[in-house]
């Protein structure tokens, strides 16, 4: 009886080790161990973040190409520090802009500077801190300074301030960009152009004609 016994705890044995070999040595677990959900949960959550991390690094490229296409097309930028500006002012100060053919844009220091570098530009580094809006001249290089500059004069405003800019891809004071501000818009120009050629050509038919009476002996 004892012979087959011992037999049979031998069998069971041997069965309890073959099984270990198969699914390998048992091994506790202890507290912070990982299991293989969480390993598997890790993974996603990693891919998880590198993926908004893509999107976010796409986003920022995006905005950094519109930034040098902007720069491509302006014929001046003015850059303003604003501080305590109303939603009221802003919203009037865009509509103001838009007639004008004048973009207004709050960007981040680190894309307009990135831009900058990328399209060779320089001498604006000191300016690119603190809260900033960014006035783009799309058809001409006074527009947007004189909009700017008469909109804080007519409101008096201490929370908007013109620090530079650029003109023709060159970075300028505060003061040539009040100097732009106080040319004649290219309307008011083309307004003094067209007079001058009606009053030319009025003049000249004046002349024919009394040069013709003269030579009919009228």
Same mark, same amino acid.
């Given at each position: ?148 500059? $008469?909109?804080?004069?007519? &409101?008096? #405003?201490?929370? +908007?301030?013109? =620090?530079?800019? !650029? /003109?023709?891809?060159?970075?300028? $004071?505060?003061?040539?960009? &009040?100097? #732009?501000?106080? +040319?004649?818009? =290219?309307?008011? !120009? /083309? ?28």
């Amino acid at each position: 009886m004892k012979k087959y016994l011992w037999m049979l705890v031998a069998v069971c044995f041997l069965s309890a080790c073959s099984k270990d070999e198969e699914e390998g040595p048992y091994v506790p677990w202890r507290p912070g161990d990982q299991t293989e959900e969480t390993i598997e949960l890790d993974k996603a959550t990693k891919v998880m973040i590198l993926t908004e991390q893509s999107k976010n690094r796409i986003l920022k490229e995006q905005v950094v190409e519109d930034i040098k296409a902007k720069l491509d097309g302006a014929q001046s930028v003015v850059i303003c520090s604003y501080n305590g500006l109303t939603v009221a002012d802003v919203t009037e100060l865009r509509a103001l802009c838009r007639a004008q053919d004048v973009h207004y844009c709050v960007l981040k220091n680190r894309l307009v500077l990135k831009a900058l570098q990328e399209k060779g530009i320089e001498g604006l580094d000191h300016l690119l801190e603190g809260p900033n809006a960014f006035v783009f001249g799309m058809k001409d290089a006074v527009s947007a300074p004189k909009v700017i500059n $008469d909109f804080i004069e007519k &409101k008096k #405003l201490t929370s +908007l301030e013109i =620090r530079g800019g !650029l /003109l023709d891809s060159k970075a300028v $004071d505060v003061q040539t960009i &009040k100097s #732009l501000a106080a +040319l004649p818009s =290219r309307e008011v !120009l /083309l307004a003094k152009l067209l007079g001058s050629m009606t009053n030319a050509i009025g003049s000249f038919v004046r002349v024919v004609e009394a040069y013709r009476k003269q030579k009919a002996g009228e």
